[in-house]
């Protein structure tokens, strides 16, 4: 029997890789891989004018916010009147005290809450023993000009009504030159509004206003506020 060969030796070799027939196709593929990659880009970017495709748009919900709670502010305990313009009387209102007023027939002065105009009033209480008429004047209220016209306007109350009489009197010295009253009936425990005008008759002269009440029930408490003495 004849020597075979090895088998290593006997075989012609085997050759790894691609023939090149299997190159050709392959190069072919990659080219027409590569040529409609190319023409699906220039497509989409001559859909969108050149421009690049906008993302989605995209809409996020916002915080709910309140409005910021209203600031609440307590009003102060006094709200002082502003005199009246023209008003000789700059203190009418007795919203700090009761200075250059006092008493008539004995009477007492205070200031109590609850006034027509502001917060404090002047109460006017007879005095002891009790006779019906209590009083309070304002000397020196205005100097009287020549053939000058002066109305005094303010609020009273009763509290149980009554009577009350007004009254600018024109002084020089201790002397009374001339004066004008006005009366009111008062309807119970209600602000009303009165006024007494006075013409005069000596220039220099002092001017003094008087509040009186009269036939006043009760406790013959007689309440004033918001004083206004003015020239016509």
């Known amino acids: ?6 088998r290593h030796l006997a075989e012609p070799p085997r050759r790894f890789g691609l023939s090149p027939l299997q190159r050709v196709f392959l190069a072919a593929l990659v080219g027409l891989a590569a040529f409609t990659a190319v023409i699906a880009l220039l497509t989409r970017d001559a859909g969108n004018g050149g ?11 916002q915080p709910a916010t309140s409005a910021p709670a209203a600031s609440t502010t307590a009003p102060p305990a006094t709200q002082p009147v502003r005199p009246t313009p023209g008003n000789l009387l700059a203190d009418g209102d007795f919203e700090r005290d009761l200075a250059g007023w006092a008493g008539l027939g004995g009477a007492k002065l205070e200031r109590v809450e609850g006034g027509a105009s502001g917060r404090w009033a002047a109460a006017v209480t007879p005095g002891v023993p009790q006779d019906g008429r209590p009083g309070m004047v304002r000397r020196d209220v205005a100097t009287a000009q020549a053939d000058t016209t002066y109305e005094a306007v303010l609020w009273v109350k009763a509290p149980e009504g009554g009577q009350v009489v007004l009254a600018l009197r024109e002084l020089a010295g201790d002397r009374e030159v ?3 009253q006005a ?5 119970a425990d209600r602000w009303q509004q009165v006024a007494v005008e006075h013409l005069t008759a000596a220039p220099g002269s002092s001017l003094a206003l008087e509040v009186v009440g ?3 029930p009760g406790d013959g408490r007689l309440l004033v506020d918001g004083v206004d003495l003015q020239t016509e």
Do not use: E, K, N
Request: charge should be positive.
């Open 214 to 216: 009269q036939d006043l």
């Open 183 to 187: 009366g009111y009936a008062l309807p």
């Open 51 to 61: 421009r690049p495709a906008a993302a989605p748009a995209t809409t996020r919900a």
């Open 1 to 6: 029997m004849a020597a075979r060969a090895p």
């Open 178 to 180: 001339s004066a004008d």
